[in-house]
């Protein structure tokens, strides 16, 4: 089992900036990927930033490319997402998750994940 914990939501106006944190324990050795969703009310989640934990080869939603920054220290076991000029369209739930167990065809795909936090708000004002 692999245990994550989101942090660093929060309000901020539209144009600014929030690095969300994800703190992985348990078995971490089993992880492959991880990304971050989120999930806006009435919508379905979406994948924004993923990265295969064993190459740091790293993937974004076309909607964050530029703006938003996934990273990861395998050594603290220890996710983050840097956001970047935010706009009022970013304000959702972001949760962390992990894919355990094999390598996912695609680090953007919710299915692919066996592993997610509790979320963290992340709210934009304009």
């Known amino acids: 089992q692999v245990q994550l914990v989101e942090s660093g939501g929060g309000s901020v106006q539209a144009g600014g900036s929030l690095r969300l944190s994800c703190a992985a324990s348990?078995?971490?050795?089993?992880?492959?990927?991880m990304g971050w969703f989120r999930q806006a009310p009435g919508k379905e989640r979406e994948g924004v930033a993923g990265?295969?934990?064993?190459?740091?080869?790293?993937y974004y939603a076309t909607s964050v490319k530029g703006r938003f920054t996934i990273s990861q220290d395998n050594a603290k076991n220890t996710l983050w997402l840097k956001m970047n000029s935010l706009k009022p369209e970013d304000t959702a739930m972001y949760y962390c998750?992990?894919?355990?167990?094999?390598?996912?065809?695609?680090?953007?795909?919710?299915?692919?994940?066996?592993?997610w936090g509790q979320g963290t708000q992340v709210t934009v004002s304009s």
């Open positions: 998750e992990a894919v355990g167990g094999g390598y996912p065809a695609s680090v953007l795909r919710q299915d692919e994940y066996n592993y």
């Open positions: 348990g078995d971490t050795y089993r992880v492959y990927s």
């Open positions: 990265i295969y934990t064993r190459t740091g080869n790293t």
